[in-house]
């Protein structure tokens, strides 16, 4: 074999290996494993190790990443649980192993680095029909047998971590839809991206979609205003009506939170006319459509009336897993009924009760979209935590419980933090000390990767992690990379309400795209769309 011939060998692999990584990242865990392996096999086979170590260390951006995940493997000397600390190094991995490998093997050509983004947005897009096909049944969903929250339509990664792909797949596909030439490419690309945005608002990824219209605001600004201006202003133009029309239906959304119905206390009855007593929780504040949800209960005969109605014991739960009773204590709310009795119970439909049976809490979801209902519940949520009510089980109010606690513990450890096995074990031990009203079951970790970095290492590692972070952006400049630039707003927006590093796939998807995008995207100006634009 030639030397030539093996160098396209090589690169073969290597490019396979992206590929296969970029895959199984979305599919499969296992295969991403494996596929790291081939590509660190790869890089022995090649040889010429002196160089291109000498090529790794003269790279402050790949030095500032692997120190990143050394920073890890040294926080186990502090740390008591060593389990869990040598699974979290196992977990990021990637984060030293692909910038390693990355920023010492020849850059991708133009061909390799469009053969790599398109499959990766076709995985992504297999992932979504998949999804679909869950949605309406063809395929069973994971570990239940059929969906009772939209999130349980991606079995193949979370509905966070799907999403910040799609989002990563859109903004890849605008680019090759205002580059390519091809009419019909351009067609078929400008379809799948408006696909992508159709699916996340299927996914109800509040996340998600935060990402997309904030990225798109900074690219309409910058990117396409010096490239593009009439396309730049046109979207900007269609951003804002579009923030606009959300911030109307927010407003009238989170309006029956605010008009709530007056009541006098005094006057408020404690028998029904069925002289049956009423339960009035004078100290809570919880409202459905401005009705208040903890007033006028008449359990018994709202307990007699479900049972003739419904399979479902009132003492058992509905499809979400909440109890039954609550459910249909806030549906009877949200009707409008200050009294919850025999009477407002006779008011349900059929239809009616099958909603409270799958989960619906206020009557309204019969006539908002999944994304509309989801931005009420919420309001809701957050209504609720203000007023002082328990935020178990809501993913929005439950992360400003996992914030406080994680400061808490930040204050107690910021100079060298917990070490890298305590995090979880310094987590349980705050929620006690903190009496937090936080059920057992929700003592979760802090949902923040800036947080959960500060705890494990302190304020010095919360910093090294941020200097990997900015020091490629500003001090190498990629601030005129439109790839790097987008999957950076990503990461960081992501950082902000998830522990984006601290499973396999979102690990995997930080160092993948920041090493490709970072090492070994193409250095022609086509790929540098800012440079190019002498910015």
Not at 121 to 149: C, H, N, W, Y
Not at 287 to 302: F, Q, S
Not at 418 to 432: A, P
Not at 483 to 496: C, G, K, R, T
């Amino acid at each position: 074999m030639t030397f030539s011939e093996r160098n396209l060998l090589h690169s073969r692999v290597y490019l396979t290996g992206l590929i296969l990584l970029s895959l199984g990242m979305i599919f499969s865990g296992p295969v991403a494993s494996m596929s790291i392996m081939l590509l660190g096999a790869n890089w022995f086979a090649e040889g010429n190790y002196r160089e291109r170590l000498r090529t790794f260390f003269h790279n402050t951006s790949a030095v500032l990443l692997s120190l990143f995940f050394l920073l890890h493997v040294i926080g186990l000397s502090w740390s008591s649980d060593m389990n869990f600390g040598l699974n979290d190094v196992r977990i990021k991995i990637p984060l030293f192993v692909l910038p390693f490998i990355v920023s010492t093997t020849p850059r991708l050509s133009i061909r390799n680095f469009r053969l790599f983004c398109a499959f990766f947005v076709t995985g992504v897009f297999v992932t979504t029909l998949i999804s679909m096909a869950v949605l309406k049944g063809l395929i069973p969903a994971r570990e239940v047998k059929t969906v009772q929250d939209i999130r349980d339509i991606s079995i193949f990664v979370s509905h966070i971590r799907l999403s910040l792909m799609i989002c990563l797949s859109i903004f890849t596909l605008l680019y090759f839809i205002i580059k390519h030439s091809a009419p019909l490419a351009r067609v078929a690309a400008s379809l799948l991206l408006l696909w992508f945005i159709t699916f996340l608002t299927i996914l109800e990824s509040l996340t998600g979609l935060s990402i997309l219209i904030f990225v798109s605001l900074v690219l309409a600004i910058t990117y396409f205003n010096s490239k593009r201006p009439l396309l730049g202003r046109t979207i900007l133009a269609g951003l804002l009506a579009g923030l606009v029309i959300i911030g109307a239906q927010v407003y009238s959304i989170a309006r029956s939170f605010l008009e709530v119905k007056p009541i006098t206390y005094s006057s408020l009855r404690t028998t029904s006319p069925h002289r049956n007593p009423y339960m009035n929780d004078t100290t809570s504040a919880m409202v459905e459509n401005g009705t208040y949800v903890r007033l006028g209960i008449c359990w018994e005969e709202l307990r007699k009336g479900w049972e003739q109605k419904s399979t479902i014991p009132f003492g058992g739960s509905d499809s979400k897993g909440n109890l039954v009773s609550t459910t249909l204590n806030r549906y009877l709310a949200s009707l409008g009924f200050l009294y919850k009795d025999s009477a407002a119970f006779a008011t349900l439909t059929p239809a009616d009760i099958q909603l409270i049976e799958s989960g619906v809490t206020n009557c309204r979801f019969k006539r908002l979209s999944s994304l509309q209902a989801r931005v009420y519940e919420t309001i809701w949520e957050v209504d609720v935590y203000l007023k002082g009510d328990n935020p178990s089980g809501h993913s929005m109010t439950m992360r400003f419980e996992f914030w406080k606690t994680g400061w808490h513990i930040v204050q107690k450890h910021w100079l060298w933090g917990t070490g890298t096995g305590d995090v979880q074990k310094s987590f349980n031990e705050q929620y006690l000390i903190d009496h937090s009203a936080l059920e057992e079951r929700w003592h979760l970790r802090g949902h923040n990767q800036y947080l959960a970095i500060a705890i494990a290492f302190g304020f010095p590692g919360l910093l090294l992690f941020l200097a990997s972070l900015f020091y490629p952006l500003l001090h190498g400049k990629m601030y005129r990379n439109y790839f790097y630039v987008v999957f950076w707003m990503i990461a960081m927006i992501s950082f902000l309400t998830e522990d984006t590093l601290e499973t396999q796939a979102g690990a995997t998807f930080f160092s993948l795209f920041n090493s490709v995008f970072l090492f070994a995207r193409p250095q022609e100006p086509e790929y540098d769309p800012y440079q190019s634009a002498g910015k």
